[in-house]
């Protein structure tokens, strides 16, 4: 019913930029249980962590070690969440997750996207 897919990934070289994407589609009842977004990834050897999220009541909250390079948004009208990062370093290296959800974000997830950082 609800269908979270990411774009934007790549390679990129330590102090570069990228922006990832995640266009949401499904059903009203779907996309309206889509009122937390966040952002995850996954590198090798390493379990799954928040990267940025927007929790329902708007509030925007980033793992230590993003602060300050990365900025989540989203566009409601577009059914589109944004994670821009910036200063990228090779330990930003893994694979990243578009999810959500009505309470946290983790009912609905996307198939990831690569970003690879070379030093």
């Known amino acids: 019913q609800v269908q979270l897919v990411e774009s934007g990934g790549g390679v990129v070289q330590a102090g570069g930029s990228l922006r990832l994407s995640c266009a949401t589609s499904?059903?009203?009842?779907?996309?309206?249980?889509?009122?937390?977004m966040g952002w995850y990834r996954e590198a090798p050897g390493k379990q799954r962590e928040l990267v940025a999220e927007?929790?329902?009541?708007?509030?925007?909250n980033y793992v230590d070690s993003v602060k300050g390079r990365f900025a989540i948004s989203r566009d409601n009208a577009k059914n589109m969440v944004f994670l821009q990062m910036n200063s990228l370093k090779p330990e930003d290296t893994a694979v990243y997750y578009c999810?959500?959800?009505?309470?946290?974000?983790?009912?609905?997830w996307g198939q990831g996207t690569q970003v690879t950082v070379s030093s």
């Open positions: 999810a959500g959800g009505l309470i946290r974000p983790s009912d609905y």
């Open positions: 927007i929790t329902p009541g708007g509030g925007i």
């Open positions: 499904g059903s009203i009842f779907g996309i309206s249980r889509l009122r937390a």
